[in-house]
């Protein structure tokens, strides 16, 4: 039976395991947990990760993950196929970053929120696929000021225990919906904001039609 931890303890999350007890036909939530963590990806030699967002053409990922003279970037998924990119989008005060592949990846992408999650939202982080843990269950403690984020009014202070290498990272919520990226802290419980990112996202969708795009632009600071 597939756990969830929280708080250090695993607890049983009936509405995803039941399925699997029963027989029964997979549930709704259950499917989207697997998109979830499918669509979450590794980057060039691991060192971080990043979720597939919009149609499937572009990877959200911390900025910190970027290096500063950026160079094509490969995006490893759980079935051992890689694409390669080229960043379009990065902003450093906001620890985010898109990714353009050179085609669509062969997942499910997510879709980026539009607005914050509140204090005291349960949250979901699937972690990356080739470590070994289940999901965990993530209280958002509270939205503040964090200084590693100069950019950032109300960065995500979660519950998450994550591990160096989960940046970039997704953190979802009850509707599979990125609401933010792993970005660091105590135990690595920080995550960025997702929300301004959202219309960058639908924008770099429209336009997935494209030639990659070539070249980094410079961070909007």
């Given at each position: 039976?597939?756990?969830?931890?929280?708080?250090?303890?695993?607890?049983?999350?009936?509405?995803?395991?039941?399925?699997?007890?029963?027989?029964?036909?997979?549930?709704?939530?259950?499917?989207?947990?697997?998109?979830?963590?499918?669509?979450?990806?590794?980057?060039?030699?691991?060192?971080?990760?990043?979720?597939?967002?919009?149609?499937?053409?572009?990877?959200?990922?911390?900025?910190?993950?970027?290096?500063?003279?950026?160079?094509?970037?490969?995006?490893?998924?759980?079935?051992?196929?890689?694409?390669?990119?080229?960043?379009?989008?990065?902003?450093?005060?906001?620890?985010?970053?898109?990714?353009?592949?050179?085609?669509?990846?062969?997942?499910?992408?997510?879709?980026?929120?539009?607005?914050?999650?509140?204090p005291g939202d349960v949250l979901v982080?699937?972690?990356?696929?080739?470590?070994?843990?289940?999901?965990?269950?993530?209280?958002?403690?509270?939205?503040?000021?964090?200084?590693?984020?100069?950019?950032?009014?109300?960065?995500?202070?979660?519950?998450?225990?994550?591990?160096?290498?989960?940046?970039?990272?997704?953190?979802?919520?009850?509707?599979?919906?990125?609401?933010?990226?792993?970005?660091?802290?105590?135990?690595?419980?920080?995550?960025?904001?997702?929300?301004?990112?959202?219309?960058?996202?639908?924008?770099?969708?429209?336009?997935?039609?494209?030639?990659?795009?070539?070249?980094?632009?410079?961070?909007?600071?």
């Amino acid at each position: 039976m597939r756990a969830w931890k929280r708080g250090g303890v695993a607890v049983a999350f009936v509405a995803v395991t039941a399925w699997m007890a029963c027989g029964q036909p997979e549930t709704h939530e259950a499917q989207g947990l697997q998109r979830a963590t499918a669509a979450t990806v590794t980057l060039g030699d691991g060192h971080c990760a990043g979720v597939v967002v919009g149609q499937g053409r572009h990877v959200l990922t911390a900025a910190h993950c970027v290096a500063q003279e950026s160079s094509p970037e490969f995006t490893n998924f759980e079935d051992g196929r890689r694409l390669e990119g080229r960043y379009v989008f990065v902003d450093r005060g906001r620890d985010l970053a898109v990714l353009e592949l050179e085609a669509k990846a062969p997942v499910a992408p997510l879709e980026v929120a539009e607005a914050l999650p509140a204090p005291g939202d349960v949250l979901v982080f699937t972690g990356r696929y080739d470590r070994p843990g289940e999901p965990q269950q993530v209280m958002l403690e509270r939205l503040g000021r964090c200084p590693s984020l100069p950019d950032v009014p109300a960065a995500l202070f979660t519950t998450m225990d994550g591990t160096p290498g989960d940046s970039g990272a997704p953190l979802v919520d009850a509707r599979m919906r990125v609401v933010g990226l792993v970005h660091g802290g105590a135990r690595c419980s920080i995550a960025a904001p997702t929300a301004d990112i959202a219309p960058e996202v639908q924008r770099l969708s429209q336009e997935d039609a494209q030639p990659l795009a070539q070249g980094l632009p410079p961070d909007p600071r």
